[in-house]
């Protein structure tokens, strides 16, 4: 009876550590239901040049369109909540003429925009440039007029595919950065558009990326430029602000978003990564704050590989769930119009596998790992276990999961467990798991990783200051090769995008070693977190 109660007591405890803090479910008695209606404002402006009987189409941020039948002023029907954004655009042009929106697009709204400019010709010009410093397999995404969108392969010149109006106006902007490069543009906005414009300059320089980490205990995530030695350095504004104890942090597959839970706020923040790696808050559509609400305690987030979809996992009592939500074309997320996903008890870790079909979540407290496939609309339907018929399989004896990490070459799924043990499952052509091994680990490993190739796992300790470090041999199943103290328990463990560093999150400082040719660990720094730092997401 004795042994049974501290074990109990060991779990609960470990529990708490995992949450930051006990008492209560995580629900949050004060949400969205309860605050005023945002405030909002109308998007307006004018147009000129339309023809006589002509007609041209506007739409705002992809809808709410507007038929404009003459020159003049015109106000989109459905307005902007304040900190949100506005893109104008034209989605049918009158026939015979060229429209071109200026002044279109903006975020942060604090009041009414009456700027909208659409100039419409029968004469029209083209918007082109040169691109310089683009390394070599890379590509960037440049837009013009915040629509025309033009995917460059290669240095050298380019060309926008839409014209732009007789005395229009033009901005080019990059919206999505190359991989490991920043690229910034010069005379890259112009108006009275009266020649094809061949003078926009892109220029790409290298870079190896960036880290975030989320500061439970300040409503931050530390910003990091990941330096060519794989060290982390803060940038010049170190932190963002994010919601109530923020825990779990995903960046989208091209480097765009970040997405972080916040546990005590009941929402997942959304950001816009900049060209210098720094985030920026994106407006809900509803709030109109830098995030979107949730139904219980968001713990864990995670993107899908094609960037169209994130998940997170929500703790409510009584009501344990995963939250589904589609990415929208300035990364703002939109709830996936699917019934609530229902999951096990405390659910902790959630992961995406490499193809984009399945998603597995971790539940603490049923001892289990769920399932689910991904359908055409990014929304989850449960995947049966072929013993059990339910969408979970059970991890062994009395292991609670606390983390996932995903085989980059598609073939297992790694769980560290408050069991002090590694378990191995198989994903088989449907997604669903089967267990492969279970791989006895001391000191409760509380975080894995996997490196890029998938040769080696990593996994942190929360009851002994060390890192495991282990080979993954045939049939996936991973094998200890050596233990690294560290000197401190682990809140966070990642292996950044080369594989030629592990990152460390000890809940004060990210800790750096560098991975020898048999997957060694050998330190090589350490950089200041916030306090209590929770976990760390990189990007090139």
Known sequence: MERGSRSCMLLVFVYCLLLGACGGNGSSTSGPANSPPPTTFTISGTVSGLAQGAQV???????????????????????VVENGGYAVTVSNSPTGQTCTVSNGAGMGVKANVTNVGVVCSVAAYKIGGIVSGLAAGTQLELENNSGDTLIVTANGPFTFALPVAQLGGYVVTVSTRAHGEVCSVSNGSGTGVAANVTSVNVSCSSTPGFAYVPNFNNATVSQYNLETDGTLTPM??????????????????????AYVTNRSGDSVSQFTIGQDGSLSGIADSTTGLPSVPTSGTPVSVAVDPTGKYVYAAIQKSGAP?????????????????????????APISVAVDTTGKY???????????WQYAIGPDGSLT??????????????????????IAVDPTGGFIYVGSIGTAIITYSIGNNGALTLVATTLEAGLPLAVAVDPTGQF????????????QFSIGGGGVPVLSTTTAIGAQTAGIAVGPTGKVVYVVTGSSVLEFSVGASGQLTPLGSVVAGPNSQSIAITL
């Open 321 to 345: 769930s995963v939250a589904q939500y589609a990415i929208g074309a300035h990364g703002a997320l939109t709830p996936i119009a699917a019934p609530p996903v229902v999951t096990g008890t």
């Open 359 to 369: 998603v597995y979540v971790a539940s603490e407290l049923s001892a289990s790992i």
């Open 57 to 79: 189409t506007l739409e705002d941020n992809g809808g709410n369109a507007l038929v404009v039948t003459g020159d003049g002023a015109f106000v989109f029907s459905t307005p």
């Open 382 to 403: 449960g995947i049966p276990d072929s013993g059990s018929g339910l969408a979970q399989v059970p991890t062994t004896g009395t292991s609670s999961p606390t983390s």
């Open 236 to 257: 010049a504004t170190a932190t963002a602000a994010t919601g109530a104890a923020p825990a779990s942090v995903a960046v989208d597959p091209k480097g765009r978003y």
């Open 457 to 468: 796992l990593y996994a942190g300790h929360n009851s002994v200051n060390a890192v495991s």
